[in-house]
């Protein structure tokens, strides 16, 4: 970082929309952003926010190899801080001997970076600390299928998985024959809450909270993975996470994804947190410029003087996932055709930025590279989007 200030930053998984944003973010405040990504045409690498783009191998399949060519740009190019976007962040985690010792890599220790990814983990550490959860059980085998004890609909997801990928819900009683058991990677059995759903995003040093935003999700593909971000004000949600953070010391970018559940007798409103990205998270979108959180991201704003937070009324979307997924009944809950089209004309579109056109622009090209992707790895659009830069526990050795 130079004597103003001005740092240069590499930020990973350059084909996504939070890598763009958080290049805009960055470069508003002056610093230097390179990106890098495994596939060629990622629409961050066409932004006038990024000063250079590297093609690196694919961290998912090759992560020693995409750790030392990283470690490369970083030396050859004076890097100051390493930004991870997806799940390569545990993978740079897991070999962080690799980069030189003066580089920053935002993010935390491996074993606090996997704890918090690992879903039946970080359900454990919430025992731990006290922190109310729903029941849970880990599913390895058939043996610990056949012994759940639920009395309620529970869901059953992969210890390892993300929004893209499916949660099943499973009643009492049902055979689970199908169930695919990975040593690796095996399931968790969770009892099923109804309620409001949120999603947060928050910027953290040593265990302090310098921004945060939380959102309702309002569309989402599946009800997973959310296309629309609306800022709201939810204080019971940031206590929790501020607490969260300070207990485990945590450094870099994490999001939560919680359910208010209100109970039968309509008295009150539980909150329980469902599950941790230990990673960038689809809030960073709602910040701007004026917001300065390219200070928090660099650890140089005052958390003293407020946590930074996005402007009141901030409604934005992925323009293109809402017009491939929004509409349809399993992305919009409860909501008409008539409010998908009313919501849609109201928010603004991550993409599109005045000054910066390209990556709109590129976009078709960017997904011809993502179904290019799709074909490779024999997966769906969503799954294709991310299927690289994914880890599943596998554990990897200098």
């Known amino acids: 970082m130079d004597s103003a200030g001005r740092a240069h930053v590499l930020i990973t998984f350059g084909r996504s929309f939070l890598t ?205 993975s959310c296309l629309n971000f609306r800022s709201v004000d939810h204080p019971r949600i940031f206590e929790w996470v501020s607490d969260f953070v300070r207990r485990v010391n945590f450094t870099g970018q994490i999001g939560f994804d919680f359910i208010e559940d209100r109970d039968s007798t309509g008295a009150g409103a539980e909150l329980f947190c469902i599950e941790c990205n230990p990673r960038a998270t689809s809030g960073i979108m709602m910040f701007t410029p004026a917001d300065g959180v390219d200070r928090a991201i660099l650890g140089t704003s005052d958390p003293d003087a407020g946590v930074i937070t996005p402007g009141s009324g901030v409604d934005k979307m992925i323009g293109l996932g809402m017009l491939l997924y929004g509409w349809r009944s399993s992305s919009r809950k409860d909501r008409t055709v008539r409010d998908f089209l009313r919501d849609f004309r109201g928010a603004s579109d991550v993409v599109t930025r005045r000054g910066d056109q390209k990556p709109a622009l590129m976009l078709p090209f960017a997904y011809a590279g993502i179904l290019r992707s799709c074909l490779k790895y024999r997966v769906g659009l969503a799954e294709g989007f991310m299927h690289d830069h994914e880890w599943d526990g596998l554990r990897i050795s200098l």
């Open 20 to 224: 763009l944003e958080l290049a805009r973010l960055m470069a508003a405040g002056g610093h230097r952003v390179s990106i890098a990504d495994s596939i060629p045409v990622g629409i961050g690498r066409f932004s006038n926010a990024v000063d250079g783009f590297h093609r690196v191998p694919p961290p998912k399949f090759e992560p020693l190899a995409y750790c030392r060519a990283l470690a490369r740009i970083v030396a050859e190019n004076d890097v100051d801080m390493v930004i991870p976007v997806h799940e390569e962040t545990d993978i740079i985690a897991m070999l962080a001997e690799t980069f030189p010792p003066e580089c920053r890599l935002f993010l935390s220790d491996f074993s606090i970076e996997n704890r918090l990814h690992n879903k039946y983990e970080f359900q454990e550490l919430l025992v731990e600390l006290g922190i109310p959860t729903r029941k849970f059980a880990r599913v390895t085998g058939p043996e610990d299928a056949a012994a759940l004890d639920f009395e309620q609909p529970f869901a059953l997801k992969r210890c390892y998985s993300r929004g893209s990928q499916k949660v099943h819900k499973v009643n009492p009683g049902d055979p689970l024959t199908w169930l695919e058991h990975d040593e690796l990677n095996p399931w968790i059995a969770q009892e099923w809450a109804s309620g409001k759903n949120y999603c947060t995003y928050s910027v953290c040093h040593e265990g302090r909270v310098y921004a945060h935003a939380t959102y309702p999700v309002d569309y989402a593909i599946d009800g997973s």
